[in-house]
């Protein structure tokens, strides 16, 4: 609920920007479990870098690509990068999780 919650005001008061690919973690326990390192200026000049939520090799994030960058100005370390790609993630978790409590909420009131 959180990260929708950020992305809903990411959406609505959100700063859109370019950023660019300029690093990739490898995580430790996995040779093939590579997060991107995505940079980018933000309005008062700083250089800021985040790594996106969403990651995979699908995703498009090769080292050197330019991708569109959306941030809330007072917190632009919590900036997202802004493709469908990326934001599917979240918008899919919540229609699941909407539907199984709906249909929660059915079976009890059914059976009661």
Do not use: C
Request: net charge positive; glycine share 8%.
């Amino acid at each position: 609920m959180r990260e929708a919650r950020l992305q809903a005001r990411l959406r609505r008061y959100g700063v859109h920007t370019e950023g660019v690919v300029v690093d990739r973690d490898l995580a430790p326990s996995d040779d093939f479990d590579v997060t991107p390192v995505i940079e980018f200026t933000d309005r008062q000049g700083r250089s800021v870098r985040f790594a996106p939520v969403a990651t995979g090799k699908r995703m498009g994030l090769d080292l050197g690509a330019h991708v569109p960058v959306v941030y809330l100005p007072e917190r632009p370390e919590n900036a997202r990068v802004f493709t469908r790609k990326h934001l599917r993630p979240t918008d899919i978790g919540l229609l699941t999780g909407s539907v199984l409590f709906l249909g929660a909420a059915v079976w009890v009131a059914l059976t009661s």
